[in-house]
């Protein structure tokens, strides 16, 4: 129990840290990198004891009888808490070197509120209940407002408040329906297959319920049309977007709707009262909107932007569907999306930091000046595609495997149409980098800032070829998966 509440705390006890040392500018990043580090190992740590089927768990405070703020390191939280863990290390490095190299203002302030949002993910992760999963879902949207204000334009703060009115916004439909959860049966703990106490409502009162939460999560998972906030968020520094989009705040979203789904109203209640069918139709629409959004778009951070709303709609196709593979396919892509897509994030701002460069129109040769920073945007391109080797082929075969167990031949299709509209927003880019225009000079950037590129990209790899990677997310997944359909 301790070292369950240590690796939600320890974030947050590095807060108070860095804002000591804000005079000290490399005490004050060591201090961020160990928080990160030991933030993964106290959650790692977790991993073995869970897969035993038998995690830690416990109260930590009850506010008032039946609701409490209590954690649990089950197979779902720990596969999202090491994912998000694991990624904030090279997060933080790329962070040191590209704050330090645009010279940024404020930087105290951003990696404490860095530190913030991770602690905020832990205790999502975590959380033992709906309670506790919503009030660190609202810690987490205070703490990523100053990330995406960051840089003090008057867009920047128009960002910021559409940010918090779409995510305070989903924050109240979540309260709504604990309200009602809590109130009808005093019972708002996760378990396995659903709430039991939920089953003994009126239907009409558990759509209800189902309909907020699913509301509520979807606006940080992006479904259409709650996706609005997310291309304004742009504006936001490169880290904060790779965290925004791949580590943190979107994840907490699919995260939510797969805790709704799975452990609070339950799968068997979910399709028998219609529910499945809502979140298939917004999954696949949220899709196929994402993909051909992303077609248009010439800002490279916003491309990645539509794509990362078209690949969140992946996982939850899969909780969707109700089916063990379906759970499989969308568990994993938490983690094979997100080290693709944070490579990608980290690529777009080496360019803007090294070049000036954010359009996709002007990296003609950009690939003959920067090799290695543009085959990491090449083998992530590979990923997102969905093609072999890469993580993301494994999570969309299970997908696709899911649809047909659960008899719904469009997500195939649709999952099909999505492989090939990636290919056709993501590849081109390499085409232009590598074989069009004058290279010019040469140069990838500093260690902190080339090292994540290659790290994350080879990670999406990694995790493809080595789904047998012991206490690794394919392992985790495929347990949960199998402790949920036995």
């Known amino acids: ?61 009850e506010v008032t009888p039946g609701l409490s703020i209590g954690f649990r390191a089950d197979l779902l939280g720990l596969l999202f808490a090491s994912v998000a863990s694991l990624l904030w290390i090279p997060t933080t490095v790329y962070s040191i070197g590209y704050m330090r190299g645009r010279k940024e203002h404020a930087q105290t302030r ?19 209940n709906l309670f506790t999963l919503l009030v660190f ?48 049966t005093g019972d708002v703990a996760f378990v396995e297959g659903g709430n039991p106490s939920l089953a003994t409502l009126p239907p009409e ?55 709704t789904v799975f452990f609070f109203v339950g799968p068997g209640l979910t399709g028998s009262l219609g529910l499945q069918s809502v979140l298939l139709t917004l999954a696949v629409a949220t899709i196929l909107y994402g993909s051909f959004l992303a077609l248009t778009q010439d800002n490279l951070k916003l491309r990645l932007a539509y794509s990362t709303i078209s690949q969140l709609s992946y996982i939850v196709l899969g909780a969707a569907l109700l089916s063990p593979a379906g759970l499989l396919g969308a568990a994993f892509h938490i983690a094979a999306h997100g080290f693709a897509k944070l490579s990608m994030f980290f690529v777009a701002g080496s360019i ?12 003609d040769g950009i690939g003959r000046r920067m090799p290695g920073t543009m085959v990491a945007f090449a083998i992530a391109a590979v990923a997102m595609a969905s093609l072999p080797p890469m993580a993301p082929f494994v999570s969309k075969w299970y997908l696709s495997v899911g649809a047909w167990e659960a008899g719904q031949w469009l997500p195939v299709l649709v999952l099909a149409i999505s492989s090939v509209l990636n290919v056709a927003y993501f590849f081109p880019i ?10 010019g000079g040469r140069g990838e950037g500093t260690r902190p800032v080339y090292g994540p590129v290659l ?9 493809g070829v080595w789904t047998a990677l012991p206490f690794g997310p394919f392992e985790i997944a495929r347990s949960l998966a199998r402790g949920l359909f036995p």
């Open 205 to 259: 009162t558990i759509q209800g319920i189902g309909a907020l939460l699913l509301a509520g999560f979807g606006v940080k998972a992006t479904l259409f049309p709650l996706q609005g906030w997310l291309p304004s968020a742009m504006v936001a520094p490169t880290p904060v977007s790779g965290l925004l989009h791949a580590v943190a705040v979107v994840k907490a979203g699919v995260f939510g709707i797969l805790r």
């Open 110 to 128: 951003y990696f404490a509120c860095f530190a913030s949002v991770i602690g905020a993910t832990m205790g999502v992760a975590l959380a033992a």
């Open 455 to 463: 790290a994350t990209a080879l990670g999406a790899l990694v995790l």
């Open 137 to 184: 879902y609202e810690i987490l949207t205070i703490s990523t407002y100053p990330l995406v204000a960051h840089e003090g334009t008057a867009e920047a703060h128009r960002a910021g408040r559409k940010y918090l009115i779409y995510t305070l916004g989903g924050g109240a439909a979540i309260l709504a329906g604990l309200a009602i959860s809590f109130g009808s």
């Open 430 to 439: 390499v085409v232009r980098a590598f074989f069009f225009g004058a290279p």
């Open 352 to 363: 803007a930091l090294e070049t000036g460069k954010t359009r996709i129109s002007e990296l």
């Open 1 to 61: 129990m301790i070292v369950l509440l240590l690796a939600v705390a320890l974030p947050f006890l590095a807060v108070p840290v860095i804002l000591a040392l804000r005079r000290q500018p490399n005490p004050r990043e060591a201090a961020s990198l160990l928080a990160s580090v030991g933030t993964f190992v106290l959650v790692a740590s977790l991993i073995p004891s869970s897969l035993a089927g038998a995690p830690a768990a416990g109260d930590v405070i």
